[in-house]
């Protein structure tokens, strides 16, 4: 049974960083591509960044050149480090195996974990 464990949340003021890591457990983790998703209050879900298994990544424009997605197969862990943030950026972040890696959308394969809540303060 897929397990997805995040953390790393906290609240921040703006222009701070933090560092979101999501220990994955039940699938073989080197071979899925990976994304890191966001559900700000009130809105829906949305894909913040995407890394394949060879390492090739994939951002939301609002998050380009501040956020850096990685991952570590020995550790089976994805990572998501969060630079000069935004109040914007508000959200519960969750992480999960992604699809649809050749159509660009990273669309979520499993259930989700509880996710980690991010909170930046202007």
């Known amino acids: 049974q897929l397990q997805l464990v995040e953390s790393g949340g906290g609240l921040v003021q703006a222009g701070g960083s933090l560092r979101l890591s999501c220990v994955v457990r039940?699938?073989?983790?080197?071979?899925?591509?990976m994304g890191w998703y966001r559900q700000p209050p009130g809105k829906q879900r949305e894909l913040v960044a995407g890394?394949?298994?060879?390492?090739?990544?994939k951002y939301t424009d609002s998050v380009k050149g501040r956020f850096t997605i990685s991952r570590d197969n020995a550790k089976n862990t994805v990572y998501l480090q969060m630079n000069s943030l935004k109040p914007e950026d508000t959200a519960v972040y969750y992480c999960?195996?992604?699809?649809?890696?050749?159509?660009?959308?990273?669309?979520?394969?499993?259930?989700w974990g509880q996710g980690t809540q991010v909170t930046v303060s202007s």
């Open positions: 999960n195996a992604a699809g649809g890696i050749s159509s660009g959308s990273y669309s979520p394969l499993h259930s």
């Open positions: 039940g699938i073989t983790f080197s071979i899925n591509a």
């Open positions: 890394i394949t298994r060879a390492g090739t990544t």
